[in-house]
């Protein structure tokens, strides 16, 4: 069936650093695609979302792009920081109905 | 706004044994799902109530079930609790595709 499949972890940044954390889909049609973020000890939090093909989505210094000829929809931010440590979840909808979730990667960044 | 609220926040139960968690979902919203996630992997989608039927389950036994009231409330309950039972189980409610999640219920059998 239709699945996610993000980039494995952990992952280790220093501030300030850099991030990406792969995510593609296989899908029919044209899913919308999320990223959530669950930190320790909480529930899943929307980080942001695309409904459609080459929609960018955008929150908190975080950003993905809705890759319809990569199926793909990775997660980038420019400069980390401690405060970003959390789990991060790559979804899509699946028959407008349910949420499927990518592994989760689990990102620590050191101070 | 309270958003979603799940209770209890932790609960340990023994194998063999029933268990009912509660969702109050955020003002507005009519759709309850349940996911499950077990530790290191991502949520599992487990079966969504909508206008108090089950309007879509995923691949779960029998053993789990839900309710939703006519206040858009929601239980889930699990039978004959196993180890492999112990999770995170999470709630989300929706109106129109934005899902807002609860903090969850830590459930450990043991």
């Known amino acids: 069936g239709d699945s996610v499949t993000q980039m494995e972890g952990p992952v280790t940044l220093s501030e300030e650093a850099f991030l990406t954390i792969n995510c593609t889909y296989t899908a029919t049609g044209y899913p919308s695609l999320f990223w959530y973020v669950q930190y320790p000890g909480e529930g899943l939090q929307l980080l942001l979302k695309?409904?459609?093909?080459?929609d960018k989505g955008s929150n908190k210094g975080f950003e993905a792009t809705y890759r319809k000829e990569t199926t793909s929809f990775h997660l980038e931010k420019g400069s980390v920081q401690v405060s970003d440590s959390a789990v991060y979840f790559c979804?899509?909808?699946?028959?407008?109905?349910?949420?499927?979730f990518g592994q989760g990667t689990r990102l620590t960044i050191n101070p | 706004d309270a958003g979603v609220t799940q209770s209890p926040t932790h609960l340990i139960k023994t194998r063999g044994q029933q268990v009912t968690l509660r969702c109050s979902p955020k003002?507005?919203?009519?759709?309850v799902s349940w996911y499950q996630q077990a530790l290191g992997q991502g949520p599992q989608f487990i079966f969504q109530?909508?206008?108090?039927?089950?309007?879509q389950r995923g691949n779960f036994p029998d053993r789990f079930s839900g309710h939703q009231f006519p206040n858009y409330s929601s239980e889930l309950n699990v039978n004959a609790l196993l180890l492999g039972d112990s999770a995170l189980y999470l709630c989300?409610?929706?109106?129109?595709?934005?899902?807002?999640f609860g903090s969850g219920t830590r459930l450990t059998v043991v």
């Open positions: 109530y909508y206008e108090e039927e089950e309007r």
């Open positions: 003002s507005g919203h009519d759709t």
């Open positions: 989300a409610s929706s109106e129109d595709r934005g899902y807002t």
């Open positions: 979804a899509r909808i699946q028959g407008a109905q349910k949420l499927v």
């Open positions: 695309a409904t459609k093909a080459d």
